[in-house]
Nanobody, 121 residues
Framework: QVELMESGGGSVQAGESLTLSCVTSQFTGCVGWFRQAPGKGREAVSTLQTGRDATHYLVNGRFTISLDAAKNTVTLHMESLKPEDTGMYYC???????????????????WGQGTQVTVSS
């Protein structure tokens, strides 16, 4: 069992920033963030391997995912938020020793309860 605890969601105006955090129990594998907009399926935001500090800048130019390995914490920093970023954000994990962490919902075994992000125009 991998435990995950998310925090940091909220309601903001378009253009503002939010940082989401997910603290996990110690494990080896993949961890990441997914989101689900109202009326839509869950989609990947980004994923990382555990075990070492890492920072990835997402292709949208507004989000950054980071892992603090010592604290077992994966952070999603979101800037210049847009109304279309509204949704429930979930932290996900899977024990895994492979070389990559697929951005595929079905790959992940453990999920947090989610934290709501609402962006108003």
């Amino acid at each position: 069992q991998v435990e995950l605890m998310e925090s940091g969601g909220g309601s903001v105006q378009a253009g503002e920033s939010l940082t989401l955090s997910c603290v996990t129990s110690q494990f080896t594998g993949c961890v990441g963030w997914f989101r689900q907009a109202p009326g839509k399926g869950r989609e990947a935001v980004s994923t990382l391997q555990t075990g070492r500090d890492a920072t990835h800048y997402l292709v949208n130019g507004r989000f950054t995912i980071s892992l603090d390995a010592a604290k077992n914490t994966v952070t999603l920093h979101m800037e210049s938020l847009k109304p279309e970023d509204t949704g429930m954000y979930y932290c996900a994990a899977r024990r895994h020793r492979g070389p990559s962490c697929p951005e595929i919902e079905d790959f992940y075994d453990f999920w947090g309860q989610g934290t709501q992000v609402t962006v108003s125009s």
